[in-house]
């Protein structure tokens, strides 16, 4: 391991009732950083990441507002080198924001991101409102794993509304890496005025659409009837209670 690197296990966190206020123009002013992403979802980075092998998982963000022109509402890497499944979004409003949820990775991160469930999201002036790469090649050092690729699998958007928006996806998988069981449905786009000409742009990866106003890519059919899954069961982090702390002054 390098000198000096340290790697934090953190578990059992509810963050509620939280605003935070950055400069919009400011990069890597990540609200909650688990970048200048307002959400950035991480797990260990390259093959320091894969030895240590700690994932992030069983996580719900609910009833969040964001502002962030260059960056994602809700990003899921790139340092995900241990691992990440079971995200749950909902209840989503971004303004002015890049994208709404990002997937980053690279040949040399390894692990995986999936079960990703994304539903209810109000997005106004977007640059892309699907956002998925496979080529964020930021490493620590030189020493990651070229061997190491990531699984990206059953990643479900749906309930999804986003005007004046300049384009609907871009989804980069890995020639040897694709990414699979993307679902998409019931969403509505409304572009600006000045759209992107390819609205979407996507490669190596596989999935479905359904109820989408616009045209899919070839690699996201339209099926009839489609809606993509939500889980309906319970995490036991939902039935945790914010406890009240109060002081008392004395003479």
Known sequence: MSKGLILI???????????????????NTDEIDPGDDCIAVKSG??????????????LIIRRLTCISPDSATIALGSEMSGGIQDVRAEDITAI????????KTAI??????????????????????????GFYNQHLDTNFDPKAISEIKVI???????????????LEGIAQDHFTGICISN???????????????CTNIAGVMSNVTLEPCHLL?????????FPKDR?????????TCSTTETA
């Open 45 to 58: 980075w390259d093959q320091y990441g894969i030895k240590f092998g700690m994932p992030t998982k069983h």
């Open 108 to 133: 040399g991160r390894g692990a995986y991101v999936k079960d990703i469930f994304v539903r209810r999201m109000t997005l106004t002036t977007m640059k892309w409102v699907f956002l998925m790469s």
């Open 96 to 103: 002015n924001t890049q994208s709404g949820i990002r997937i």
């Open 156 to 170: 479900n958007y749906r309930d999804i509304v986003a005007t004046n928006v300049t384009g609907g996806a871009r």
């Open 221 to 229: 059919p339209k099926k009839e009837k489609v809606d993509c899954a």
């Open 187 to 201: 969403v509505t786009i409304s572009l600006s005025k000045m759209p992107k000409e390819l609205q979407w742009n």
């Open 9 to 27: 296990v953190i578990s059992d966190v509810l963050i509620h009732g939280l605003t935070i206020l950055a400069p919009i123009d400011s990069p």
């Open 235 to 243: 995490l036991p982090v939902e039935d945790v209670h914010l406890k």
